[in-house]
Structure formats: structure tokens, C-alpha cells
């Protein structure tokens, strides 16, 4: 079935584009028959999850694939702790999808919305020194390629590609089908408190090694970070979840309402955001509660804002967070928004943003109806000088070219592009800047033979 005309535009409000139709496939075959069919027509093809991601890396000029009709479980196995999903399961529906096995991912980002396909497609993680980011925990995958081939990757079949098709950018094919490794449900006993910006920073690296899962945000113009120390129990441990009117007063009213509020009333009057510090402060404030770990690990976001965040080498985030502190300062920026600062373990997935090192993320964010480019500009050159690179899915000003520089395995994974999607059938402009276009051997040859 097809539909057209819809604007489409991202969770961020950053992106908008009106694709020249829009197709729901429910099946691998239909995937097949739509990726053919706008092959036949010389359309392009982007299969977009949730518009979780704030660069344009989902737009879809020509042909939007909607996979909400391809969810759910396809196979589980206990024993081994696998799982195959289809491609466009949301991850906030793994709770109820995974009850019936005891199974659990890992770790986990701030929300739960995206989609499984699209949230490791951009290389989405979480936070903890132990744990790498969602599409580490990928061991096969079934992709519908460009010329209409379902190509399986997995362990035993074509398993030279499962580095590039973990974190593949959307640029590889459409994956229908993604096998997860999981992990035995688990509870988590979560502390958080406020407490004082210099001797978090000082202490970043001895808690990332300590703690299962430590995560800091700093509220610019504030002395105070916030700390999110998550510690994994077994799953019948006690628990002591946030009671729902507790929940709903910190996470909904104050977080999201009342913080929403005072952007949008700031974004008029922003001299007074350092007054926003009452509001903050309640933000920060202390909490205990033991849950099941998706309770623990996401949280709902309604304020909509632009963020930016840089991975970069984990002994490096101490000084990185100092300078990001002394520019804000020095600027006389009004940022309502804190700073996150969050670790993941070394992985060996070629465009992952922990690749080859262990891993510290600095996220900067803005009001939705602010301008972040001045900010981030001048933040994304401090994390530029440190080896930096941008999440896939937020925004940055990098291409092709300095991308490169900051990936070993970067020309691999073009090889890897021409051989699934020597035409771009999957590309859009936000893919020609951080991959390139049609400009390597192989698509020219491709082409000539067309010719
Ligand atoms: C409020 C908010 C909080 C966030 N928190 C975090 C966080 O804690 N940690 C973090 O790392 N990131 C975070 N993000 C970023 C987000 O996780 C990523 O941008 C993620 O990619 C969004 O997933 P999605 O399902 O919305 O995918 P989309 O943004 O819709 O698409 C992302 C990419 O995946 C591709 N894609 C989608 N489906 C398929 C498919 N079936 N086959 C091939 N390619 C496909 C798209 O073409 C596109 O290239 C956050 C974003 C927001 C808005």
C-alpha cells in the first residue's frame, strides 16, 4: 500500500522533507518488492525508524519505508540468550516482547522510543565501562540489499560484514530482521545526587571503573552535577521503584513540565537563565529506587531540544568538561540545558563511535527554539582537538574528508558500501557529506557498465 504528501520531520525539528511516497511494508518480501520497484523508477529508498536522530540522516526524499508494520519477535532462544527482532520493533515495547524469555538488553540510552534497527544504526549506548553501545550486542542480521537481495550476515554467513552492518548508517540496505545477544533480565538499584562540579570531574575516571553504570550531567552556570550511579542486581533482588506519583512529579512535572516552561519563557528573556538554578537544583535532586533496568535506564523526554554529542578517548572527558565550562563562561551564553557526560566500553564495529578505545561521551543540548549553532560550533572544535567524533544521529559540521581521519576502518566500510550499494539506492544528502557519493572505483565501474 502507498500513501504520499505527508510531511515528515524529526523528533528535534531540525529535519523536514515531503518524500514522493511513502510505503509500509509488513514482510521482507514487500521490503524486496519496494527497494526493486524504486530501483525500476531511479527513486532512492530510506527506511526511517522513530526520527529519533537530529542530523538528516532519516530523510527520505524519494522513497520513506515506515516499518512500523515489521515488529515483534521472530525467534528466541533461552538457552543462548538470543533473540531475532524484526527490524522496526521499538524499543520500548522489548519489556512486554522479552517477559515471556527473562531476557533484557544490557544497557540502555536516556529513552526508549527509537527503533530497534534505527537506534544501532547510528551507533545509540548508554552509559557503563563494561558495556558497549546497542549494536555490539548484533550477531546476525537479515538486510534487503540494493538490488533486492536478502542478504543474511551473520556469524557463520558472510561474517566479514557484521562490523560494518552493526552500525551501517542506513547506507548498507534495509534490515528487516536484527539477533541480539541478551542478558538474563536484571534489577537495578539506582542512586542519584547532587554534588559539587570539581570533585565529579576530578573523580570521573576512578567512578566510571567503579560503578556498573555512572553518568554525570552539569547545569551551566551552576556549581552542581548531578550523578547517576546505577548498580545491576540479580533480578530477585528487592525492589523499591519510584512510586507513581513520585515518578510523575519528578520525571513529568518537574522535568519535562516545568522545565519546558522555563525554556520557552527563557528563550524571551534569557538573562534570567542562571535564575533558572531553583529549578535545577530540584532537578538534582537526591533519589533512591531499585527497579527492573529499563525503568532505571530510560526516562521520557517531551522538552524538545537540538543536541550534539562527542565521543571521546575516556581520560580525556575531565579536561574536555573544564573547557566546555571555561567557554560557556567566557562566551556569556545563557544554556539552559546540562551537559551529560557518559562512558561505554571499546568495540570493534568500524563506524561505531567507540571504535578501538574506551569511550567518554560529552553531549551538549539546546532548547528547540534556540540557536545551538554558535555553541556547538565552538564546543565541536574543543572536541575536534581531542581526537573527537560525532554521534551519527546528533548533530556536527564533519564530513567525509575529517571523518576519515578519526576512523581506521573508514575506507573499509565505503568497500563494504560499494559492494551492497554501488548506485546509492540508500543515500540522501546528510549520507554524501560524512560518506561521500558515487566517487570510488567500484561505482564507477558499476556505472560504466549501466552506460
Ligand atoms: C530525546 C532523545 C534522546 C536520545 N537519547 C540517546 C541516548 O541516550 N544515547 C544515544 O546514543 N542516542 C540517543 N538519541 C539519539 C537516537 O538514539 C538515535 O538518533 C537513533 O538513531 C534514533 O533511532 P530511530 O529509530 O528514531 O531512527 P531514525 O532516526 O529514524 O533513523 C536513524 C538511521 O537508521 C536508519 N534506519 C532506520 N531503520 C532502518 C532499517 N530498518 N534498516 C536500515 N537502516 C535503518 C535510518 O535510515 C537512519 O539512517 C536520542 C535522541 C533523542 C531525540
Redesign the pocket.
Known sequence: MTASGDLWR???RTEAVRPVRVERPATAGAVQRAVTAAAASGLRV?????????TG??VAPDVQLD?GDLTGVIDADVATGRVTLA??TRLHQLPALLAPYGLALPNM???D???I???T??????TGLGFG?LATQIVAAK?VTASGELLTVSETERPELLPAVRV???AL????EVTLQLVPRFVLQAVERPEPFGLVVDEWLDRVHAHDHFEFYWFPHTDTALTKTNTRLPADAPRAPLGRVSRWVDDELVANGLFGVACAALTVAPRLTPHLAWLTDKLSGTRDFTDFSPSVFTSA?RVRFR?M?YAIPLEAVPDAVRDVRALIERKGWHITFPIEVRAAASDDNWLSTAHGRDTGYVAVHRYHREDPREYFAAVEEIMRGLGGRP?W??MHTQTAETLRDVYPRFDDFLRVRDELDPERRFANAYLDRVLGGVTTDAAATESADAA
Do not use: C, M, Y
Not at 121 to 126: D, L, R, V, Y
Not at 173 to 176: A, H, P, S
Open positions: 524529526n523528533w528535534g530510506k527506511p526511517v525508524g522513530a526520527g529519533h536522530s537530529f540522516i532519516a516499518l527490524a522496526g540510552g536516556d529513552i522510543r527509537q527503533t534497527a534505527g537506534a544504526s547510528t551507533g545509540t549506548h548508554g553501545g538486510l551501517g548508517l542506513g540496505g534495509v534490515l528487516v523526554r543536541e554529542e554521534h544521529g546528533k
